[in-house]
């Protein structure tokens, strides 16, 4: 019965959204407010009902209700309770409704606080994001409708992806799916602003807060993503340029410009088309990234569902496309700028420039990740890039950002003066220079780590250089040390939180080049006693054990690791789940701030005489995530609400 | 010239050099797919290939010492000989597909440098035969050990 119930709740869902779409756009055409009533009531219905998919959807998991093929094939009786809930949005038919009930939330959100605030976009705005929902309840009860009955009903289900079995896959997903549900909200601005005539910067004032939330997501996502990946998936690395981590990626690209490119417009009125473009181009990838995911179009070990929903996407990415274009095309000459370029030294172009890198990083990482099908479509070769084709092509384009994130906060607008120049960034060159010069007689002898070093220390020093005067200013004007600098964080919110967020970055790009540059690796089979040495290290095998858990088996090694003195033991496992054919790595690690001590059990004698382990020293690493943490606490600084400068 | 050209031309080398980066990076990371049959038919040693076939069954050797793993990837035409440096990976079997990655060895073997086991998209149902031999597993070593 619960299953029949959420299956027509989703139908009704659907309805409503269309209504509410239909009446929206009606309503702001005529100016028929009780029409926009209607659709803001619909938009709440929507909410309520995709809510209770996901409640009974979840209580289906709850409940082991096999007789549904969606929790016959995503969870069993030995799944533990906390993976019986993320099993809910562990494939296909579930991450759709986790999805639409995201986009349903984001449109409540936007009820509440623009009602009143953006008369003459809100209606329009309502419009796109209930067609947005629209179109996911379409894949929800055409494509992948999480309620269809399976009969017989099995005893016990499938269960769930054992790799899926990890607290990162609560967190992963959610994360990531509220950065891209975020980013409807400003593509719907964007488009609400196309619709009514009103390309000037109200939308973008509006969606500022929006998009800098969704980016938070979406950086959070990629970072836990690569943290799963690290201590789940047992490769030893973080990132892997795989299809589906390179489709999150893209939109992270574009919507990192456009939050750059949207301060050109605010202050000098310029790019209202590339902004516009921009909006739309993220929300395109977004969608993009679902269907390279989803349909299956690109095997991948991440991709872990299939189904048939390619085509679904595939047209709604070319709606999307063709609809925005026809409106860019419509406002064409609303959209002729007012300002222009004045110098190359100056911000505008500085920021201009990070936009052309990142577009092109993005356009790198896109044509990268469908290579194959380009080349399978035209020459009939299937022939793929790898990780080394992004690391080659990236690496340049990175750290020219790298290099512009020094520049381009400090820098004047307009034109810079030779004065200006000087005071802002002698002392800065200085110390890169200095640092680089300090790392070469370190023996850095890298040539791209002791660049990518070097510039680090540049940005940093700009960061300093620029924090210090304005602490000093207002030292001047009699304030105390630490409420000065407090109080131009939060006064400044907008702009200090960017600069934490770029120290985050900082940290990141050396964790980055340091676990690229310095990791080292070795694979041994080691009798009992036996040990193996790597970079100082020595690994001791000690014997197996095995162990039964609740839903699988549990085959653990212990090595003890020292260096001269005791560490640690550490155990590998490979886990043998009955629903799987083959065993999962369970890796163990001991993580430091200089390198982490990272072990990956691989075959073993079944007596325990003797195993092979695969020992990495990698490098650095820990820092990837304390600067996604300074990242994360960068970017909540920047969402506070801007406080009313003080004259 | 004035700046609109300027700032044309700046946009034209950064897409020249964009473009000159993708190519390279092409040309030199480019993996060509093969299945067993057309990389025996012309192979060329040094060529980074991708082969992918079902590892034929009784064709798997693992020495554990010295990491040396051999085996035959095959795709009903033709049977190609691989040869690898490094545990199996946990989804590798005899009778299961598998992707390898390397180059074609003038000593007729394909040398591979990574090996991508494919991975099925759907679980097996629980069958007794497997678990019998975890549980198998579990008493040999509960035994053997501590």
Partial sequence: MIPEVGGGAAFAALALAVWGAVAAAVG???????????????????????????ALLTYAFLAFDFSVRYVATNTNLGTPFYYRITGVWGALEGSIILWTWMLALFTLLVILRHRESARELYPWVLTVMLAVIGFFLLVMTVAAPPFERLTPAPADGRGLNPL?????????????????????????FALAALIAGRVGDAWITLTRRWTIVAWYFLSLGLLIGGWWSYHVLGWGGYWAWDPVENAAFMPWLTATAFLHSVMIQERRRMLKLWNLALVILTFGLTIFGTFLTRSGVIASVHAFTQGAIGILFLSFLAVVLLTALGLLAWRWDALRAQGELDSILSRESAFLLNNVLLIAAAFTVFFGTVFPLLSEAVRGVKVSVGAPFF????????LSLVFLMGVGPLIAWRRASPNNLRRNFLLPVVAGVLAAAAFFTLGVRSALAVLALALAVFVAATIAVDFTRATRARLRMGERALPAMGGLLLRHNRRYGGFVVHLGILVITVGVMGS?????????????GEAAELAGYRVRFDGLTATEESNHFKVAGAFTVTNGRALDTLRPAKKFYPQQDSPIAYVDYRLGLKEDVYLVLGDFARDGSQATVKVQVNRLVSWIWIGGLVLTLGSLLAILPERKRAA | MNRQRKFLAGGVVIAAALAYMIYAGVTQS???????????????????YRLGGVVARGSLKWEARTLDLSFALSDGKATVPVRHKGTPPDLFGEGRGAVVEGSWSPEGYFK??????????????PHDGGQAGYKELIKTLKGEGR
Wanted: aromatic share 10%; with cysteine; net charge neutral.
């Fill in chain 1, 391 to 398: 690391n080659q092509v990236n690496v340049p384009l990175f």
């Fill in chain 2, 30 to 48: 480019a993996v060509y797919f093969v299945t067993p049959a057309e990389l025996q038919a012309a192979p060329v040693a040094g060529k980074a």
């Fill in chain 2, 112 to 125: 591979a440098s990574l090996i991508l086991a494919k991975h099925s998209e759907e679980y097996k149902a």
């Fill in chain 1, 516 to 528: 690229h540059a310095w990791s080292v690796q070795t694979e041994t089979t080691l009798r009992r």
């Fill in chain 1, 28 to 54: 702001g055409r005529t100016g028929r407010v009780a029409l926009v009533e209607s659709a803001q009531h619909a938009a709440l219905a929507v909410f309520v009902l995709v809510t209770a998919c996901f």
């Fill in chain 1, 164 to 188: 899926l079995e990890d607290t990162g896959m609560i967190t992963h997903p959610v994360a990531l799916y509220l950065g891209f549900t975020g980013l409807t909200v400003p593509f719907a």
